[in-house]
């Protein structure tokens, strides 16, 4: 008798199994860039990716102001020997220009922001003078020609590109746009994003629960992390174990979406149905990637729209969301792909582990007294428990060549907010 051996999540190694890098790789190479832009207001660009560079219309600042509240004079003028008292002869505020022109002797009190007035090209601010009377100051010596003052151009100039192409628009952005006058741009149209949880054990929320049957909690992880990525969501609900059904719904999800995710039904059970059915409907490839959790990953098209059949196990879709998903959103997104940020850090925790894939661990990273990077586990990491994502703040990366860590050594460390970047 023959014992064939089903690929299971406890293999440390097998034939066939690609690494998550190569896993990354292929997904790029198959994700094109949604090339389509839609022109929108200013805030509603927060979080787009600019579909243009931006050239700037207009010097900022537009032109040279002062940096303090002072008084402004000519630097030819300025004390060289000893302190001296010159006439007050107007002020300056910001928006409301003084237009007189400053002769020998003379300075304009000015208002930070405000327009230099004429002959003027120095400001001495005001804790430096000594007000003698409603009209006149005495300013001492050690000035320099052109302190406390902001040059036309000296954050923008005319004509430069201010954000490139593929840029993110954040708040900082905003802020810059706002600056140039600019109300209005291009920006990448978002990526639709349809999900749907597979299992006969799966129940909604607001529904009883029979013996053996739990709640869908993936498709909430999935709704909160798709939230983060700046895309459309469509979600479809839960479906049951039936090839039918689950065909209709890819279909139907196929036909309104850039990216379809499904979680469960992917593995090696009898009622995992998705892989045969986008065989039919679509093109596949099973991946079994050296890592844990989320060892299996189903990836594949059906029309236009890209398909990933994330494991079932809560934690696995998490996991294999952030290694796998959101590099896909990133760039049909129109973001230029970059390395998630990863730091070291000295692990508080011995860590059992073999040779041979790549471990996400859950850990929660900390300052020690020094303020360097430490970094502990949460404690049981089987691929069921949730709690241990949301203890966590980052994942300790464990790369396939790594075995057992001892307490003390260094190890990779990868903040879930950096994943978003
Ligand atoms: P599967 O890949 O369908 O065999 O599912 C693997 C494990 O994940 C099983 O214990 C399922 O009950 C669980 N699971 C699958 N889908 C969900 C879901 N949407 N919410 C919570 N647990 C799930
Ligand atoms: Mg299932």
């Not at 140039?180 to 597979?198: A, H, W």
């Not at 990525?229 to 979406?257: F, H, K, W, Y």
Request: aromatic fraction near 6%.
């Amino acid at each position: 008798m023959t014992i064939i051996k089903q690929p299971s999540c406890n293999d440390s190694f097998e034939q066939g199994a690609i690494t998550v890098a190569e896993a990354v790789s292929g997904i790029l190479a198959a994700t094109p860039v949604i090339a389509e832009y839609q022109k929108r207001p200013l805030r509603d660009c927060l979080h787009g990716i600019l579909f243009d560079d931006i050239k700037s219309p207009c010097e900022v600042p537009a032109h040279n102001n002062s940096a303090m509240d002072g008084y402004a004079l000519w630097s030819a003028d300025l004390p060289v020997t000893s302190s001296r008292p010159f006439q007050v002869i107007g002020t300056a505020f910001a928006g409301k220009p003084f237009s007189g022109s400053c002769q020998k002797n003379q300075c304009v009190r000015i208002m930070t922001g405000a327009m230099l007035p004429p002959n003027t090209d120095t400001i001495v601010i005001q804790e430096d003078v000594r007000v003698l009377d409603a009209e006149h100051v005495e300013i001492g010596v050690g000035h320099r020609k052109n302190q406390n003052l902001r040059f036309a151009g000296e954050d923008i100039q005319q004509g430069a590109t201010v954000l490139k192409k593929g840029s993110a628009i954040n708040a900082a952005e905003l802020g810059v746009l706002a600056s140039l006058g600019i109300n209005e741009m291009p920006i990448y149209r978002k990526p639709r994003v349809s999900f749907f949880s597979t299992g006969d054990e799966l129940k909604s929320l607001g529904e009883t629960l029979q013996t053996g049957e739990i709640y869908d909690s993936n498709r909430y992880s999935l709704y909160g992390l798709l939230s983060s990525c700046n895309v459309d969501i469509i979600d479809m609900g839960v479906v049951r174990d039936e090839p039918e059904t689950i065909r209709q719904t890819l279909l139907a999800a196929a036909r309104c979406s850039d990216v379809i995710l499904t979680s469960g039904g992917v593995s090696v059970g009898e009622a995992d149905y998705i892989k045969a059915i986008l065989q039919d409907i679509g093109s596949m490839d099973f991946w079994k990637i050296l890592m844990k959790p989320g060892r299996p990953l189903t990836s594949g098209r059906i029309d236009d729209a890209l398909f990933f059949g994330l494991p079932g196990n809560p934690v696995a879709v998490m996991v294999t969301f952030y290694q796998f998903v959101l590099p896909c959103l990133k760039k049909l997104r129109g973001l230029p792909h970059k390395e998630v940020l990863t730091l070291k850090a000295r692990t508080q925790t011995a860590i059992r582990k073999n040779p041979g894939r790549r471990e996400f661990q859950r850990a929660i990273a900390s300052t020690d007294a020094d303020g360097n990077l430490q970094v502990a586990l949460t404690g049981k990491q089987g691929s069921g428990i949730l709690t241990s994502m949301s203890q966590a703040n980052c994942l300790m990366v464990l790369g396939e060549e790594c075995g057992p860590v001892e307490a003390g050594s260094q190890v990779d460390i990868q903040f879930f907010t950096h994943y978003f970047d």
